[in-house]
């Protein structure tokens, strides 16, 4: 998001996210910016915390998604914004 700088871990809409999934459930991430400035704002890199997916680039509306075949809490991070932060809990 714009301004993900200042928004801290509420740049990540719902944050935190707590879903039930069942085996092979799918996390789809959705980079909501409209446009890049001139300092390539308004791209993201979402990287999991624990290294389980390589870091993704996400330019304006782009799309990333994670499938997640066992229970537990997953961090998650922009690269380009250290302040934007989530989880994802998988339960069954």
Known sequence: MLGARTKG?????PNPLTIT?????????????????????GSHKIAADDGSFTPVLLPP?????????????????CVMHPTMKGTVTVTR
């Open 9 to 13: 871990t509420a740049a990540f809409t």
């Open 21 to 41: 999934l069942a085996d092979g459930g799918v996390v789809k991430w959705l980079n909501s910016d409209k446009t890049l400035d001139s300092n390539n704002r």
């Open 61 to 77: 509306g782009g799309t990333f998604q994670v499938t997640y075949s066992a229970p537990g809490t997953y961090g998650y991070h």
